[in-house]
């Protein structure tokens, strides 16, 4: 285990209250948290969304990835089925962080693809580990989820933690000429299943 659990409050939000939980990191005293709604711990599986940090799209209305609507639409999806969970995994960049990541998009306005400005700066595609991920919903006590999510390797991840994923449902939101590209990249280099209009 590589998290705590520290602290836990109500969250309203424009779809429904949630109950944020923050978590800590033994080693590095990261902070992540959990945005739960309902009652998460029944036998049927919990409709669960990881989203990775993202500071330009979560906050800042960035239209060059998909994550602030990603980040809507699963609160939303959640709050009506009810019962569901947000991760919110604190790895910015894919975990490459902030600043990094700033300079990956300078290399992209020069013409590299998201893959390719990961490399130049010395870092592999996806930096994120998803194992802390696992441990946020092990100190939940859920163990049975629905993942919500294009990309398999989430899916692979988890399930290699011990978690049950009895379905991967599909989150594809948020596409527009300024993420083309990178959702086409995601799509061809990074084996996310995507159905894209534009290309
Ligand atoms: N290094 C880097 N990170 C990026 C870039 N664009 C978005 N990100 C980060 O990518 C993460 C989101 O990952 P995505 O690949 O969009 O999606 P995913 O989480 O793997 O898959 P889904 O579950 O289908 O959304 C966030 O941490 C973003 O900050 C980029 O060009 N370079
Ligand atoms: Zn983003």
């Not at 209305?61 to 939303?76: H, I, M, N, T, V």
């Not at 996806?126 to 441990?135: G, H, N, P």
């Not at 946020?136 to 294009?150: A, E, F």
Request: with cysteine.
């Amino acid at each position: 285990m590589q998290l705590k659990r520290v602290a836990q409050a109500k969250l309203p939000t424009p779809w429904g209250t949630f109950i944020i939980i923050g978590f800590e990191e033994l080693t590095t005293g990261k902070d992540h948290v959990a945005m739960v709604f309902g009652d998460i711990n029944e036998q049927q599986p919990i409709l669960t969304r990881i989203h990775s940090e993202c500071l330009t799209g979560d906050a800042l209305f960035s239209l060059r990835c998909d994550c602030g609507f990603q980040l809507e639409a699963a609160l939303k999806q959640i709050a009506k089925a009810g019962k569901g969970i947000l991760l919110y995994h604190r790895q910015e960049g894919r975990n490459i962080g902030l600043l990094n990541k700033i300079r990956a998009y300078a290399l992209q306005d020069q013409g590299l693809d998201t893959v390719e400005a990961n490399e130049q700066l010395g870092f592999a595609a996806d930096e994120r580990d998803f194992t802390i991920c696992a441990d946020m919903l092990k100190l939940l006590g859920v163990n049975k989820i629905q993942l919500l999510t294009n990309n398999p390797e989430k899916v692979k991840v988890l399930q290699q933690a011990g978690i049950t994923i009895t379905e991967r449902i599909p989150l594809e939101v948020g596409e527009n000429p300024n993420n083309e590209h990178y959702l086409a990249t995601k799509a061809h280099k990074m084996g996310h299943i995507l159905h894209l209009h534009h290309k």
